[in-house]
């Protein structure tokens, strides 16, 4: 019987999230416990890359830490950004973080629709002679560095802040009774091991979002229960309502 499920992400801040329904509708406790934090790299972690702010007329974000970590780059390196600087963001919400730093001005702030780069590049191309700083986590891959080529757009990609275990802390380690786990990237299974070197599976049911993700599961000499997308449920929680509604 499944009655206590961890989702490792952030608790979702609309009360519309679809988890809360499944929680509702199926009489499940959800607990909301992220197994992975983003922290930034330091100025002097930063300076080992040799890349100097101001050598680039525009920046690229694909996250809010990529935003925050520029920023707090900027300050600690003592750089000021300049007034003309672009910033070029896969979505809009993104785009309107930036007034957090700056005086948000259209002209000098453009977005995608989607989240993806590839929406993006084509506004890129239409600027084309800006030199692009691309701000990116300790895991990527070259997806980014591609596209651009592709598009004959000068272009440098550099680490601004990694993914680490977000530890647990003793008090959270005695209370860890759930009977079902969902994760979302391959970090959060290795969290996971590292918080927990001797966990057994047993009954636990075991959820995972993307390959990678589900891979690092069956790496680990884990048994995975659950995962998505597929055709029919592409996201988690479509994949996860089906999954309780079955068991009940």
């Known amino acids: 019987m499944i009655k206590?499920?961890?989702?490792?992400?952030?608790?979702?801040?609309?009360?519309?999230?679809?988890?809360?329904?499944?929680?509702?509708?199926?009489?499940?406790?959800?607990?909301?416990?992220p197994f992975i934090k983003v922290e930034g790299l330091t100025s002097k972690e930063f300076r080992q890359q040799r890349i100097n702010l101001l050598d680039y007329t525009a920046v690229v974000f694909t996250s809010r830490h990529a935003i925050d970590n520029y920023f707090t780059l900027a300050k600690e390196l003592r750089v000021t950004i300049p007034e003309d600087m672009k910033y070029f963001c896969v979505t809009e919400q993104i785009a309107l973080y930036i007034q957090k730093y700056i005086q948000y001005r259209k002209r000098k702030v453009f977005f995608g629709t989607t989240g993806k780069i590839a929406d993006l590049v084509p506004t890129m191309v239409k600027h084309k002679t800006e030199k692009y700083l691309v701000p990116l986590s300790d895991v990527h891959n070259n997806s980014v560095t591609e596209l651009l080529d592709a598009k004959k757009l000068q272009h440098k990609e550099c680490i601004m802040y990694r993914t680490v275990s977000n530890d647990f802390t003793p008090e959270e380690k005695k209370a860890f009774d759930y009977d079902m786990m969902i994760f979302f990237s391959p970090t959060g299974i290795k969290?996971?091991?590292?918080?927990?070197?001797?966990?057994?599976?047993?009954?636990?049911?075991?959820?995972?979002?993307?390959?990678?993700?589900?891979?690092?599961?069956?790496?680990?000499?884990?048994?995975?229960?659950?995962?998505a997308p597929t055709p029919e449920q592409p996201s988690m929680t479509g994949a996860l309502k089906a999954f309780l509604e079955k068991k009940k």
């Open 4 to 33: 206590k499920i961890l989702v490792s992400q952030p608790q979702p801040t609309s009360e519309k999230s679809p988890y809360f329904d499944i929680a509702k509708d199926l009489d499940v406790e959800l607990v909301f416990r």
């Open 191 to 227: 969290a996971l091991m590292k918080n927990f070197p001797k966990f057994k599976q047993g009954d636990i049911k075991i959820a995972a979002f993307g390959p990678s993700t589900a891979k690092e599961v069956t790496d680990n000499g884990l048994r995975l229960d659950l995962q």
